[in-house]
């Protein structure tokens, strides 16, 4: 399985911009040079495959911030999508997900939070099969939770906040989130919070959460509050897709007042304009009882789309599926196609400065160097 290639004929993405076509050299899965200008310093090669682009797009490995993955075929699925790596939230099955960070050449990275905290006999525990183990009873609770994600190995702390399905239970409160929050960023773990009303995001900033998942589909984020996330650093991964499927097929018996996917769609105007840091996040799933199922690979250029017609650019929706997620979750090895980084590559024959959506558009796909078959 050779890692070593010279792409050529490509109009290289970089920071919303596509270059004049240039070739790019792979050595050993990694980014050796580019053009002839650093042709000096790649390692000489002999017998180099050539893949000609015929003037395609080449674009970093796109990034979902929020899925939901259980077994192989999920991660071929975002691998033949572009995507490259993965962040999972939420494993009811831990030694499958966990089994998948080492997956192999070839193989999308995945970094995975392994079981959530919930509220006792809420949604996770009682519907999605996570364990009843995982249900916090208390602040005094928080500590043994957290002690379990790190015994598991889990990569980072999830925190579901204000999910109160079946009806009659109660979301776990303020002081709990807080003691959940510290006790695993005293384990040196970020913490990602599920909120999906302007109360939950208010408890979930206050205690110093560093990702909130979702946005409100019953209320829009105002101004001023956005705002306030933004001076604290938090960052937010809407999942606009999830909201809207879900407000068009509404599964569970209550239809809550004022439900509109306008309010997710003025949240993340809202949260753009005020400079939040965006990840773009599906919520991939295929889960049973799961509101909404959403396709793992293909769902991302449906969210970036969406993300669009909330007011970003294409190039700020590529960056809040490259270079933003990648940031927050500290890997700093990807997401540009430059030297000296890893040659995890995407080939798209539209343009997506134009159209943000070409991003579907999947020709060639290379992780760590290796095609993607």
């Known amino acids: 399985m050779s890692r070593t290639f010279t792409i050529t004929d490509a109009r290289i993405y970089?920071?919303?911009?596509?270059?004049?076509?240039?070739?790019?050299?792979?050595?050993?899965?990694?980014?050796?040079?580019?053009?002839?200008?650093?042709?000096?310093?790649?390692?000489?090669v002999a017998d180099v495959e050539i893949v000609d682009a015929a003037g395609a797009t080449l674009l970093p490995g796109l990034v979902d911030a929020h899925v939901h993955v259980h077994h192989a075929d999920h991660l071929a699925a975002l691998g033949k999508a572009g995507v490259t790596t993965a962040f999972d939230l939420g494993a009811p099955k831990l030694d499958a997900t966990f089994a998948l960070r080492t997956a192999g050449p070839g193989a999308t990275t995945l970094r995975s939070a392994g079981y959530p905290a919930s509220a006792p006999k809420g949604l996770h525990t009682t519907k999605l099969g996570m364990p009843a183990s995982t249900a916090v009873t208390g602040p005094d609770d928080a500590a043994r939770f957290v002690a379990e994600r790190v015994a598991d190995g889990s990569d980072y702390v999830k925190i579901i906040i204000d999910v109160r399905i079946p009806f009659r239970a109660k979301p776990l409160d303020a002081r709990t989130v807080d003691a959940i929050t510290r006790a695993a960023h005293d384990a040196g773990l970020k913490v990602i919070a599920h909120v999906t009303s302007p109360k939950a995001f208010a408890a979930a900033a206050d205690a110093g959460v560093d990702l909130l998942t979702h946005v409100p589909v019953t209320a829009t984020l105002d101004e001023r509050f956005c705002a306030s996330l933004a001076e604290r650093g938090v960052a937010v991964s809407p999942t606009l897709g999830m909201l809207k499927a879900l407000v068009e097929h509404w599964p569970f018996p209550v239809k809550p007042r004022g439900l509109s996917y306008e309010h997710a769609r003025a949240s993340v105007t809202n949260l753009h304009r005020a400079?939040?840091?965006?990840?773009?996040?599906?919520?991939?799933?295929?889960?049973?009882?799961?509101?909404?199922?959403?396709?793992?690979g293909p769902g991302l250029a449906d969210e970036l789309e969406l993300m669009v017609g909330a007011g970003l650019t294409p190039a700020e929706a590529i960056a809040a599926a490259t270079t933003a997620p990648l940031a927050f979750f500290g890997f700093d090895d990807r997401g540009t196609v430059r030297a000296g980084l890893r040659a995890d590559l995407v080939l798209t024959a539209g343009d997506p400065t134009a159209q943000v959506g070409a991003v579907r558009d999947v020709t060639a796909v290379w992780i760590g160097g290796v095609r993607v078959r």
């Open 275 to 296: 400079g939040v840091t965006l990840l773009a996040g599906t919520d991939a799933n295929d889960d049973h009882g799961a509101p909404a199922k959403i396709a793992h």
């Open 14 to 44: 970089d920071d919303g911009r596509l270059s004049e076509p240039r070739s790019v050299a792979v050595v050993d899965g990694v980014i050796a040079s580019i053009d002839a200008a650093d042709a000096a310093d790649a390692p000489p």
